[in-house]
């Protein structure tokens, strides 16, 4: 072992630039590596924050279930927080006319 350890010192010490390129290289690429996962981490984050925001944050549901059944899952121990939540449907909130989509561009179904 020894033996290895003089042969590479002595390359190190003889091929100076090809040895800093190598080191250089090196960290180039464990900051790449670094910096992807980084990204997909904060781009998972911010999806989860977003679901979160659209449609609130809960690890189960229960849909269309009867009104016996909602108050079995209010009352279970096995929850520890429980909300009961319906959906209404949509509404108009502001009807534009023609002449209004055309001036500002948007697309009118």
Same mark, same amino acid.
Do not use: C
């Given at each position: 072992?020894?033996?290895?350890? !003089?042969?590479?010192?002595? /390359?190190?010490?003889?091929? %100076?630039?090809? @040895?800093?390129?190598? #080191?250089?290289?090196?960290?180039?690429?464990?900051?790449?590596?670094?910096?992807?996962?980084?990204?997909?981490?904060?781009?998972?984050?911010?999806?989860?924050?977003?679901?979160? !925001?659209?449609?609130?944050? /809960?690890?189960?549901?229960? %849909?269309?279930? @009867?009104?016996?059944? #909602?108050?079995?899952?209010?009352?279970?121990?096995?929850?520890?927080?429980?909300?009961?939540?319906?959906?209404?449907?949509?509404?108009?909130?502001?009807?534009?006319?023609?002449? !209004?989509?055309?001036?500002?561009?948007?697309?009118?179904?």
């Amino acid at each position: 072992m020894k033996h290895f350890n !003089e042969i590479s010192y002595k /390359y190190l010490k003889s091929q %100076k630039k090809r @040895s800093m390129l190598t #080191v250089a290289g090196i960290i180039l690429s464990v900051a790449l590596f670094t910096s992807i996962g980084t990204l997909i981490n904060s781009f998972r984050e911010n999806e989860i924050r977003n679901v979160i !925001e659209a449609v609130g944050s /809960y690890h189960f549901n229960f %849909k269309d279930i @009867s009104g016996d059944k #909602v108050k079995q899952v209010l009352n279970h121990t096995a929850f520890k927080n429980t909300a009961v939540v319906g959906m209404e449907g949509t509404g108009l909130i502001h009807e534009v006319s023609s002449e !209004e989509a055309e001036k500002t561009g948007e697309l009118r179904y």
